[in-house]
């Protein structure tokens, strides 16, 4: 399943990324459907070159979700039931097929069950990391929704990086991520009252700094706000160069990129951000022109040049 290759006659193997949706009962219905309506606009290709039958393939979808559950349907807090594609023993079984793994956030009293039962998500986000952490030679997202970030700290997962959720939950992410550091290695955690925040993002500089889209400021403090780094081409070739495989080892969890959001909508912001990470600027900039949405971005806290 892991980046599936599609020919395509002009521009050859064409990646589908995979990702991997874990779902919970009480889950947030937006903090689903807004990232999955994302994920499945994007394309590789945003415009066809001529009409005929082949031009579909330049429209090959970018990427492909499984939502994996506890059980054969889960219910939203809004009580929307979503069939699962998988069970979590399967997920555990193919999950070094994935790519990407989003856990949305939902109600804080399913929140807290999960955290006092140490129930999934959890052991997946910890075994997704490890898997990281064990195999740098590919690269790996981690992405939550809202409070979903409250499952990353209790899984000890932010442990030395920077984090947002729910502007309510900023002070119970702070808590949940300090006994983490108590359990753990005493790595203390960053909350930022932010729309999104990525760490080890990928940038591509390019010769003239100033003119890449995908840096919007640099702060004093040396953080760099950013939306991407430029095109999927740099990502494809991410798992072939052992200078990149040597960097992510070097990185924090072994280069796992780990976005974490605030509430609902922002949700939608750090899926374009996802897009423009790993397919094109212009892609993201599609999909959000097709939903009518206007991209808000977050920050990148750290991140290495590729």
Sequence with gaps: MSAIAIEDAEAGPIEVIQVLIALHPGFGAQE???????????????????????????????????????????SSSSSLTIKADINYTDAHDDLKEYDVLIVPGG????????????????????AFTK??????????????????????????VLQGLAATTHPDFYTKLEIICKDAARRGDLEQTDVMEENYV???????????????PFILTKRPDGRRKSIARKGSNAWKESVKRRESNA???????????????????????ASLYLVAAMVSHESAQEVARLLQYSWNKGVTVEGIDV
């Design 107 to 126: 109600s804080p009293k399913g929140i807290d069950a999960i955290i006092a039962s140490n129930a999934e998500p959890i052991p997946l986000l910890k």
């Design 32 to 74: 689903l459907v807004g990232p999955v309506e994302v994920l499945s606009s994007a394309c590789h290709k945003i415009k066809d070159p001529s009409p005929s039958p082949s031009a579909l393939s330049y429209r090959t979808k970018a990427f492909e979700h499984t939502i994996a559950a506890s059980t054969g349907g889960v």
């Design 131 to 156: 898997l990281q952490t064990t195999d740098p030679s590919k690269e790996r997202t981690l992405m939550s929704i809202g409070t979903g970030s409250l499952l990353l700290g209790a899984a000890g």
């Design 198 to 212: 990525v760490n080890n993002a990928r940038f591509e500089l390019g010769e003239n700094e100033e003119e890449n």
């Design 247 to 269: 960097r992510r080892a070097s990185l924090r969890l072994g280069g796992l990129r780990v976005i974490t959001s605030g509430g609902i909508t922002s949700g939608l912001d």
